[in-house]
């Protein structure tokens, strides 16, 4: 279950706490991702592309003022299901563009820039703001990184923590519900401060990895993990290398080339999206250990395989979850081997 105490937040917050709630003052103006955006009210109908985003409001309490959701990894948690049960599913993957204003939001808030954004796959900004629909893109995806280049976008800078605390705060701000962001932001920075210190536990100056999200086709080089991106803040937060060098978020690297790295641990994605055969966290496991080259790689030998959902390897409350289950495995092997 991811980070029960997250999940439960709303829950635990009192009557009290609500009423002591420092309440935002309309209209509200914030600037994002190079667009100012101008709320007279919280937003009562809102539609999400991206689950980091959908998530980040079922987290606080906010399921209620959903109408739509959209472009899904992993399905929901059973902690968000009564609140994601009454939001419509627009597509599992990416909505039209008259899917999403059918819906008549008064806000979109967006996960990544690919999908609204100068070549969104959805449509771009401008055509919603034309519509008087402010778009809200999470700070994680459009700050020091360019969307223009690589398949998902190249880090110009390394991933910062920081933006999705961003996140949240805007999106408690743009709600009226600044408490609860707080809270939630609190609850996240002792979850990631408690996998820090399970992984001090460990030696691992030589230790190195490698993250496969996907592949296009099993037997062609694999979609992995860039080294400015989430994955690699989540390996090197825990102080471990990623034997990848790319400055794109998921660039695509021989297995030849991985294997001569041989990192020490393998952490593959598991996700209920099926766009890819490689989506099928066992297919993947298959693969590993009956390829010639994968096969004997020392991360397949010794098992040092970590299983991840995809949403704990993008900037997302899983994140979060993420780095907690890498500390606790990294924590149970024997790297005598």
Same mark, same amino acid.
């Given at each position: 279950?991811?980070?029960?105490?997250?999940?439960?937040?709303?829950?635990?917050?009192?009557?009290?706490?609500?009423?002591?709630?420092?309440?935002?003052?309309?209209?509200?103006?914030?600037?994002?991702?190079?667009?100012?955006?101008?709320?007279?009210?919280?937003?009562?109908?809102?539609?999400?592309?991206?689950?980091?985003?959908?998530?980040?409001?079922?987290?606080?309490?906010?399921?209620?003022?959903? +109408?739509?959701?959209?472009?899904?990894?992993?399905?929901?948690?059973?902690?968000?299901?009564?609140?994601?049960?009454?939001?419509?599913?627009?597509?599992?993957?990416?909505?039209?563009?008259?899917?999403?204003?059918?819906?008549?939001?008064?806000?979109?808030?967006?996960?990544?820039?690919?999908? +609204?954004?100068?070549?969104?796959? +959805?449509?771009?900004?401008?055509?919603?703001?034309?519509?008087?629909?402010?778009?809200? #893109?999470?700070?994680?995806?459009?700050?020091?990184?360019?969307?223009?280049?690589?398949?998902?976008?190249?880090?110009?800078?390394?991933?910062?923590?920081?933006? /999705?605390?961003?996140? +949240?705060?805007?999106?408690?701000?743009?709600?009226?519900?600044?408490?609860?962001?707080?809270?939630?932001?609190?609850?996240?920075?002792?979850?990631?401060?408690?996998? /820090?210190?399970?992984?001090?536990?460990?030696?691992?100056?030589?230790?190195?990895?490698?993250?496969?999200?996907?592949?296009?086709?099993?037997?062609?080089?694999?979609?992995?993990?860039?080294?400015?991106?989430?994955?690699?803040?989540?390996?090197?937060? #825990?102080?471990?290398?990623?034997?990848?060098?790319?400055?794109?978020?998921?660039?695509?690297?021989?297995?030849?080339?991985?294997?001569?790295?041989?990192?020490?641990?393998?952490?593959?994605?598991?996700?209920?999206?099926?766009?890819?055969?490689?989506?099928?966290?066992?297919?993947?496991?298959?693969? #590993?250990?009956?390829?010639?080259?994968?096969?004997?790689?020392?991360?397949?030998?010794?098992?040092?395989?970590? /299983?991840?959902?995809?949403?704990?390897?993008?900037?997302?409350?899983?994140?979060?979850?993420?780095?907690?289950?890498?500390?606790?495995?990294?924590?149970?092997?024997?790297?005598?081997?």
């Amino acid at each position: 279950m991811l980070l029960p105490h997250v999940a439960t937040l709303i829950a635990g917050l009192t009557l009290s706490a609500f009423a002591q709630a420092t309440p935002t003052h309309y209209p509200l103006t914030i600037e994002n991702c190079g667009s100012t955006l101008t709320f007279a009210h919280a937003p009562t109908r809102t539609v999400t592309i991206g689950q980091a985003g959908t998530e980040m409001l079922y987290a606080m309490g906010l399921g209620d003022k959903m +109408v739509g959701t959209s472009l899904w990894f992993n399905n929901v948690l059973d902690t968000y299901k009564v609140q994601n049960d009454k939001v419509a599913r627009l597509a599992d993957n990416e909505p039209s563009f008259e899917a999403v204003i059918g819906k008549r939001p008064e806000l979109v808030a967006v996960e990544l820039e690919w999908m +609204v954004g100068p070549q969104g796959a +959805v449509g771009t900004r401008e055509q919603f703001h034309e519509l008087k629909i402010p778009t809200y #893109l999470l700070p994680s995806d459009c700050e020091a990184k360019d969307n223009l280049v690589g398949a998902d976008g190249t880090r110009l800078e390394p991933f910062r923590i920081d933006s /999705i605390y961003k996140s +949240v705060s805007q999106l408690a701000e743009i709600f009226d519900v600044r408490d609860r962001g707080e809270q939630l932001n609190a609850e996240l920075k002792a979850s990631l401060a408690k996998s /820090i210190a399970t992984a001090r536990n460990k030696d691992l100056k030589d230790a190195s990895a490698l993250v496969w999200f996907s592949s296009a086709q099993m037997d062609i080089e694999p979609f992995v993990a860039g080294h400015k991106g989430v994955p690699d803040f989540m390996l090197s937060t #825990l102080g471990v290398r990623n034997v990848v060098q790319s400055d794109e978020e998921w660039p695509t690297v021989g297995w030849e080339t991985i294997a001569k790295a041989n990192p020490t641990f393998l952490v593959i994605a598991r996700m209920d999206r099926r766009r890819f055969p490689a989506d099928d966290y066992e297919k993947k496991l298959a693969f #590993l250990r009956s390829d010639p080259v994968t096969r004997n790689m020392e991360a397949v030998k010794h098992n040092r395989i970590i /299983i991840l959902d995809a949403m704990a390897m993008q900037a997302s409350l899983r994140m979060f979850d993420g780095v907690e289950q890498l500390a606790s495995a990294i924590d149970g092997y024997d790297l005598s081997k």
